[in-house]
DNA sequence: AGCAAAATGATTTTT
DNA sequence: TCATTTTGCT
């Protein structure tokens, strides 16, 4: 045989004896390395071994197992490497088989994994440095698309106008950003909620409209330039705080990546090797992000399931993964189907579940596991008799040696969760809820990271509005919003303008109340300045200082637990500096919480039950499932039962839920359910009649839940019982009753609000609320506005904003 | 400015 | 039903 020939064939065969514990189709996974590949894998196909695994072979072989690049070779190294492929080497003749093997390895820094959680991203690093060594595994850029975002923006950021310190926004502060703006511009939340200018701001990001873009396309319609006056104040004043929400580290990385050619090269460049992990689950800026970055070397690897696409609400679209092969030329697609997971019965209840929706690649579990129990189909009374059901189980399972741990309980909706608890408290049986709210989400928590942010940076406009009454300073809304006014009028952050409040006549009268606060936080942001202070005695000394903890400690008995979460969020401070691996400091403080969730700290270790939501349970497995709530209106939910689309998505939920359970499977569903203080009645959900006959166990007193055929679930039966009028009806007076300003008269004030604005002229004298009487210099338009220059006979000459001075003739 | 009473409106939520 | 937000009043 010739030399060359017998090296591929042994190369072959020692990068095979590398990844043995790999079934065939995960091993072909580890091995593509060129190219773009979509790797579709299955619940419970053992997506992060190949994850990880495939990561280690790039940095051990490179792209040694598609080349046939073949080395000089001496009779010592065929023989190396014929001891290597028999296992028979020692470990020097194996490492340097091994080097002769790799055709162009990559450091662990060339490579970039994309994750959404925290966890999973931190999940594949440490299985990283079990397989690569820790050293390598600390190189490594694996790393959430947020994070990912939010490193780029640090250091590029200036590019697009904000410092490298910005501060970013979670959905809470932008909802109150976003309220001061409608309020700004007198918009009626009940003509456009903030909720909705929210999403749909979100989803113009998503398609990287910029504000002026959206507002030429939105056109003639009314509620569409709302909301693009809405975007474009809403960015004006994230920019002006040097701040940016969640949806704008991507939107904005995408921007400098276009605008800023020499940067994306840059990353291009550094990252040979890219992969995406829960690709199902990436929005349409996502995907032009990864598109982008992967131009360089073209080494994309997606991996995801079309099948577990469950977040559509928050952006995802199931396209990018079904599209992918169309995307990307000579794309290898790879299916991950055998499930190490669950019984043959339960993979067969989620197959044939999942196999009714329409939009999907196409894939059928399979497993070397036994068929194991059918599924227990239970009807109930009520919700309380569900939650005995499940405590009543978990106890008959504890006392044939279950642990409490063994069992989880996946519901849709988080109100379920409260009859279930009340069920397994009464039984003594220990669980945990995860979800819900988090630690950082606590009212006080969140007013003490404000104060943080607002030393920080005090142009963090909504940090500030936070606490600057909070403990009670005597600072009310109206002081506060005629101070927003004329910061909004001299293009000067909030905390500029309370700082020199004297200056201002509409609020000198609160100004000492003013001064002593702006004292106090200038004394703390000194103290930040301080390199001998530590950030946990500036925290502590902030707490003093303001008097926030002392307000919670004289609160009395009830709010006990606030002061004990203040002490709670110090421990986490003292936690980052010493865990930081560069100099801790308070912006890097913010940064690591700005884009941490705690629902990351879930550790199967204490012995006790689970209850989430089915949301929340991906990606998670359990020996034992229960699925309460298994009802039409409940799951499949209201909103949901007419829409196609979104019944997809609650089948594909459904789907992610049966494939939790390793060994036993108990769905649930009640004849009555209290919900919103009425009790409904529901019918049992279709997703049960998906189930085939053959491999439920029913036990049922009635005949409900015994094989209902789907067209029982359309039509008018459903009208009548969901769209019952009491409430509805009700509304509507409500509405009415409301006294709201009818579309038409709401219409006419903008309007001639806004064509006054444009017709003041350089010459005019004008009365200025706050400034008095002065003289326009010049008037220049800017976006939907007037910048206009006055002099004033009192302040002197100002740059105001037309639309937001309210200025008079005089 | 600050409080109590009344109204409102409710999936899911990786960041 | 229940938590949050708006309102109406002092």
């Known amino acids: ?172 502060d932008s909802r109150r950003l976003m309220k001061q703006c409608l309020q700004t511009l007198n918009i009626n939340e009940r003509l456009l909620s903030h909720k909705a200018a929210l999403s749909e701001i979100g989803r113009a990001k998503d398609n990287l409209l910029s504000p002026d873009e959206y507002k030429s396309q939105a056109g003639k319609d009314f509620r569409l330039q709302q909301i693009a006056k809405a975007y474009s104040l809403y960015q004006r004043r994230l920019m002006e705080a040097d701040a940016m929400d969640f949806d704008d580290l991507l939107y904005m990385t995408v921007r400098l990546f276009t605008k800023e050619p020499d940067v994306l090269e840059s990353y291009q460049n550094r990252f040979r090797y890219i992969m995406v992990d829960e690709y199902q689950d990436t929005n349409h800026v996502q995907y032009r992000f990864v598109k982008m970055l992967s131009e360089g070397w073209g080494n994309l690897c997606v991996v995801g399931d079309d099948d577990q696409s469950i977040y559509k609400f928050r952006g995802a679209t199931i396209e990018n993964i079904l599209n992918f092969e169309t995307e990307f030329n000579n794309c290898r697609v790879i299916r991950l189907e055998q499930n190490y997971r669950s019984t043959q019965n339960i993979l067969d209840a989620a197959n044939s579940v999942i196999s009714k929706n329409e939009n999907r690649k196409g894939k059928v579990l399979w497993t070397n596991n036994k068929k194991g129990d059918k599924i227990q189909v239970n009807s109930v009374i009520n919700e309380e008799d569900e939650g005995r059901f499940i405590a009543d189980t978990i106890q008959d399972g504890v006392a044939a040696n279950r642990r409490y741990s063994d069992f989880a309980v996946l519901y849709r909706t988080n109100a379920q969760s409260n009859a279930i608890e009340r069920a397994l408290v009464k039984s003594g049986i220990p669980y945990r809820i995860i979800g819900g709210h988090r630690f950082f989400d606590n009212l006080e928590i969140r007013d003490a990271m404000a104060y943080l942010r607002l030393i920080n940076n005090p142009g963090d406009n909504v940090a500030l509005r936070r606490i600057i009454n909070q403990p009670k300073r005597g600072i009310g809304e109206a002081t506060v919003d005629k101070a927003m006014r004329i910061a909004d009028g001299i293009g000067a952050s909030l905390y500029d303008v309370i700082l020199n409040a004297d200056n201002y006549a509409d609020i000198s009268r609160a100004s000492v109340k003013l001064k002593h606060f702006t004292d106090m936080i200038e004394n703390l942001r000194k103290m930040n300045q301080d390199k001998n202070v530590s950030l946990h005695l500036l925290y502590t000394t902030m707490l003093e200082i303001t008097g926030y903890l002392a307000m919670w400690e004289q609160a009395g008995e009830s709010e006990a637990g606030r002061v004990e979460n203040l002490n709670e969020l110090a421990s986490s401070i003292i936690d980052y500096e010493k865990n930081s691996p560069e100099q801790p400091d308070l912006a890097g403080f913010l940064e690591e919480t700005a884009l941490m969730t705690d629902i990351d700290n879930y550790d199967a270790g204490t012995d006790s039950t689970v209850l989430m939501t089915m949301h929340a349970a991906k990606g998670l497995e359990f020996p034992v499932v229960f699925l309460p709530g298994f009802e039409e209106g409940i799951f499949p939910g209201m909103q949901t039962i007419l829409q196609p689309e979104e019944l997809e998505e609650d089948r594909r939920l459904c789907y992610v839920a049966i494939t939790r359970a390793k060994e036993k499977l108990y769905i649930i569903h009640s004849q009555r359910r209290m919900l919103y203080g009425t009790t409904k009645r529901n019918l049992p959900s279709r997703f049960l009649a998906d189930i085939p006959q053959c491999l439920k166990d029913i036990h049922d007193p009635s005949f409900l839940s015994s094989g209902i055929s789907p067209s029982q679930y359309e039509g008018e039966y459903y009208q009548i019982r969901y769209k019952k009028p009491d409430r509805t009806s009700t509304f509507n007076i409500r509405e009415n009753a409301g006294g709201g300003i009818s579309a038409a008269n709401f219409a006419q004030k903008r309007s001639t609000s806004t064509t006054t604005a444009s017709h003041w002229k350089p010459g005019d004298i004008v009365c200025h609320k706050v400034f008095g009487n002065g003289k326009i210099l010049a008037s220049s338009p800017m976006g939907n506005d007037t910048l206009l220059e006055i002099s004033f006979e009192k302040v002197g000459t100002k740059k105001i904003m037309a639309n937001y001075a309210h200025l008079t003739k005089a």
């Open 1 to 172: 045989m010739p030399y060359k020939t017998e090296f591929l064939m042994l190369r072959k065969r020692i990068m095979e004896n590398d990844f043995l514990r790999m079934n065939d189709r995960q091993r072909q996974a580890v091995f593509h390395t060129e190219g773009p590949l979509l790797i579709l894998a299955g619940a419970g196909s053992g997506k992060t071994t190949v994850l990880v695994n495939r990561f280690a072979n790039i940095v051990k072989y490179g792209r040694a197992y598609q080349s046939t690049r073949v080395p000089m070779l001496s009779d010592d190294d065929m023989n190396a490497m014929r001891a290597a492929a028999n296992g028979t080497a020692s470990e020097q003749e194996y490492s340097h088989a091994v080097s002769l093997c790799a055709v162009d390895p990559v450091p662990a820094w060339r490579i970039l994994a994309i994750t959404f959680t925290n966890k999973a991203a931190g999940e594949l690093k440490e299985r990283l440095s079990l397989m690569l060594g820790s050293e390598q595994a600390r190189e490594a850029q694996a790393s959430t698309f947020h994070s990912f975002c939010a490193q780029i923006l640090r250091r590029y950021g200036d590019r697009l106008g904000y410092s490298n310190r910005f501060t970013i926004y979670d959905t809470d």
